[in-house]
């Protein structure tokens, strides 16, 4: 069974930094594509990163891209993004995904985790 575990979300005002941690099992690790995206309150899901199984250079949402960087520990079966300069708009459900796409604002096939609270606020 596929499990996807986010964890690392909390407060933190404008401007802090904050890296999140997707725990995974169930499949093989290594050559899984993940991804994470968010909802903030009332608005769609947004696709945020993607790490690839290979060399490929990862994925950004081009408002983050400066800011965020997606990594994985193939040893730990674990993907973090650690995010950097956070924005009040930012604040939000983060989700890991294996395979997951958002697509017009909802996820679409994949394996999701529960997600983690990020909350942006002074």
């Known amino acids: 069974e596929v499990q996807l575990v986010e964890s690392g979300g909390g407060l933190v005002q404008p401007g802090d930094s904050l890296r999140l941690s997707c725990a995974a099992s169930?499949?093989?690790?290594?050559?899984?594509?993940i991804s994470w995206a968010r909802q903030a309150p009332g608005k769609e899901l947004e696709w945020v990163s993607t790490?690839?199984?290979?060399?490929?250079?990862?994925s950004y949402l081009d408002s983050v891209k400066d800011r965020f960087a997606i990594s994985r520990d193939n040893a730990k079966k674990t993907v973090y993004l650690q995010m950097n300069m956070l924005k009040p708009e930012e604040a939000g459900v983060y989700y890991c995904?294996?395979?997951?796409?958002?697509?017009?604002?909802?996820?679409?096939?994949?394996?999701w985790g529960q997600g983690a609270q990020v909350t942006v606020s002074s």
């Open positions: 995904t294996k395979g997951g796409v958002v697509l017009r604002g909802s996820r679409v096939e994949g394996s």
């Open positions: 169930g499949f093989t690790f290594s050559s899984s594509v």
């Open positions: 790490t690839y199984a290979s060399t490929s250079s990862p």
